[in-house]
């Protein structure tokens, strides 16, 4: 068997990935709201409880790791077929640190995930039992997924770093038949991404209705810009999000009953969250009684995404790379 030469100058570095995703955030910046966002419903209401998820992802994620390791890649389909998921070496203060949650919170989550039937522990070992596979298996992800990357690619053809022509369907195809290896680079992007926005804001659910008042404004921004002058959009990532924040995004807000039918939290819950992000200077009440995010966001919040995008370019590099040598 030849064995296959890889033309190290058509290889991404993270730096590349960060600057022109960067510099081109009008086009990418919706986009990857809306991908966060569905990620963040998704992790809602698999259980309606975003730390029961967090902690069965977390549980994968390390099952992951150790198939890397050991050089094991699983198909997604094959990933799937099994009947459970073993972990080994199982322990809370393990879960706590990761998490970074007290010991109390996670210890009662894996009690009521065992009632569930979700989880099953064997002395220190755990078992992920099947039935959990409905509920966070990822086959609507990994559209969403592909579809984003598939957009980062063709702006990366433009700037000329990225020379592959490909679609959205052949890069779902080349994500799922490397199923195992590509989605632990994607939980180590969105585990420590939600971990940093649990610990900025009150919990995760108040990250999760601060983040669907954001994309609100993100979609108003793009829609009455877009209607008025294509070319007014500001290309660059703080441009694009002073316009979405301060400008033209924060026209139109959204209501707790919206935010509520948006996500699927009650709305008492909702009403609840929203005090507290008022309270905070995060949002404000409009003349309309509707949320709309306030300037405050721009010193707190963008600098912390900045971090975010970092391990953010480095997915994309490692998947783009393996698209290209695939």
Known sequence: MSLRQVDFSKVLNDDQVYDHMMKSYDQLGRDWIVH?????????????????????????????????????QYSFDHFYSKSSLQIEKFSITELCEKLQLPKETVRRKVLELEKLGVLKRIKKQIIIDRSVFSQVKPERQVKLTSKYIYLISEIFNKDGIYPK????KYIEQIIKKNFSLVWRWFYRMQIPMIIGYHEMFEDVATFHVWGTVAMNQAFNYKKIVGESNIHSLKPDYMSFNKGVIEEEGATTGVSAMSLS?????????????CKYLIDQGYLKINEKKQYVMTGFNISKILPYQRKVFKNKAKFLRKTLNLLTIS
């Open 165 to 168: 022509k490909i679609d959205a």
């Open 36 to 72: 966060q966002w569905s990620w963040m419903n998704n992790v809602y209401q698999a259980f309606n409880d975003h730390y029961k998820y967090l902690i069965v992802i977390s549980l994968v994620e390390k099952t992951l790791q150790f198939y890397d390791q050991m050089n094991i």
């Open 261 to 273: 039918d948006m996500t699927n939290i009650p709305r008492a819950t909702v009403i609840r969250k």
